[in-house]
């Protein structure tokens, strides 16, 4: 007697996908996010060689024009080629958003596991943070910038100064809950020292979380140094970055509206790359969340 055949079921009817496309076809905010990151990151790594004029030259006989083959973004008020200015100036925005995350993430963990772990130090530097987030970062960025010297350094610390309060109270709330994990007091319990518990127990398991939080960091980086270049208290005036040339654009707006647009559009997509990036990276390495995907 023969045995009945099985009928084709549901699950049998779908494709076969390859386990590489299930990972991408999963993650696809961390897949653009990469790719649009570093498509901006190659056009400003390469300004020097695609730039098709110096940032800094002035003719005031071609001021003001439109897109052409000798200038591709046009000209601003002085003339200057804005395809030149924006590439240049995406350098800055670069360097002030990688800065910021690491120096804020590398005080923000210092900071954060001296507030958890030592129970004496967490009333004082959590209030100190507590001072610092009251004021708006903004404001106390124009202030520190007020009382210093205008520089690319002096951009970067007075942005990192107002993020550090976001790292500490994430690394402190990831420390009140990992210490009071089993391994970490069995580590007290043989005699381990301080130091070395943070090293090889309670890091490697805020690598994570602080890799998602420095991404927004830089993102908000990108914009503050760009806010503070609009104002006039950022960058110098003759660095081109994306700030500078908006500010420089904005009485332009209704005869030369080219002079903003393209460094507007570049520093959205920057800081879109950077968020998506971020979006990603938090989907891919939060393992609950992985499990519902």
């Known amino acids: 007697m023969s045995t009945p055949l099985a009928e084709p079921t549901a699950a049998d009817a779908l494709p076969f996908v390859p386990p590489r496309w299930r990972w991408l076809r999963k993650n696809p905010t961390l897949i653009i996010g990469v790719l649009l990151l570093l498509i901006v ?17 002035i003719d005031p006989l071609t001021r003001m024009q439109g897109a052409s083959a000798a200038h591709y973004f046009g000209t601003d008020a002085l003339g200057r080629d804005v395809f030149s200015r924006a590439v240049w100036g995406g350098r800055v925005s ?11 993430t590398l005080a923000g963990v210092l900071l954060g596991l001296v507030a958890g772990f ?4 967490d009333g004082p530097v959590m209030r100190v943070m507590d001072g610092m987030m009251a004021i708006p970062g903004i404001l106390l960025a124009i202030a520190l910038m007020a009382v210093t010297r205008a520089s690319l350094t002096t951009v ?57 939080q420095a991404t927004f960091v830089a993102a908000a980086a ?5 806010s503070l270049s609009f104002l006039g208290v950022g960058v110098p005036a003759q660095t081109p970055s994306w700030g500078n040339m908006m500010a420089e654009g904005r009485n332009f707006v209704a005869v030369a509206f080219h002079i903003i647009l393209y460094p507007g559009l570049l520093l959205a997509a920057t800081v879109l790359a950077i968020n998506l990036l971020g979006d990603g990276l938090r989907d891919v390495l939060d393992p609950r969340l992985a499990r519902q995907l």
Not at 41 to 56: E, K
Not at 222 to 226: G, N, P, R
């Open 94 to 104: 670069m360097i002030v958003g990688i800065s910021v995350a690491v120096l804020a």
């Open 118 to 121: 030592v129970r004496w130090a």
């Open 41 to 57: 990151t190659a056009i400003t790594l390469a300004a020097p060689w695609i730039a098709t004029h110096d940032p800094q030259d």
């Open 222 to 226: 990108v914009l503050i140094e760009a």
């Open 156 to 212: 970067i610390v007075a942005i990192t100064v107002p993020e550090i309060p976001r790292m500490v109270r994430l690394v402190r709330s990831l420390s009140l809950t990992l210490r009071e994990q089993l391994y970490v007091e069995a580590a007290h319990a043989v005699g381990t020292r301080l130091p070395v518990i943070l090293w090889r127990h309670v890091l490697p398991n805020m690598v994570a979380p602080l890799i998602v």
